[in-house]
């Protein structure tokens, strides 16, 4: 099992930018493939950005040209660097993960682990 603890959010106004990070335990880093997702009240967990543990990116269409999804395999921490921020970019952030998963678009439900969140709001 892997634990995973997200920090970074907070308020910031529209067009500002925030980096999330999230710090893995419990598993080797290297064999873990990440998901960023958001949630708002009443709304499914959404699909963000993904980085595969052989490095595979993928972003929602929503978040393209603006957020950054890295990871420090050294400090077995993962980024969400997230600029040109919107008021609709206001959510709970999650963090997930699962061993070995391959790229593309990360389903919430393939997620084995999932850290607690962090709020991001974002004012106009």
């Known amino acids: 099992q892997v634990q995973l603890v997200e920090s970074g959010g907070g308020l910031v106004q529209a067009g500002g930018s925030l980096r999330l990070s999230c710090v893995a335990s419990g598993r080797t880093f290297s064999d873990l493939s990440f998901g960023w997702f958001r949630q708002v009240p009443g709304k499914e967990r959404e699909f963000v950005a993904a980085?595969?543990?052989?490095?595979?990116?993928s972003y929602a269409d929503s978040v393209k040209g603006r957020f950054i999804i890295s990871r420090q395999n050294a400090e077995n921490t993962v980024y969400l660097q997230m600029n040109s921020l919107k008021p609709e970019d206001t959510a709970v952030y999650y963090c997930g993960a699962r061993r070995y998963l391959n790229g593309g678009s990360y389903r919430a439900d393939a997620m084995t682990d999932w850290g607690k969140g962090t709020l991001v709001t974002v004012s106009s």
């Open positions: 980085l595969s543990w052989i490095g595979s990116i």
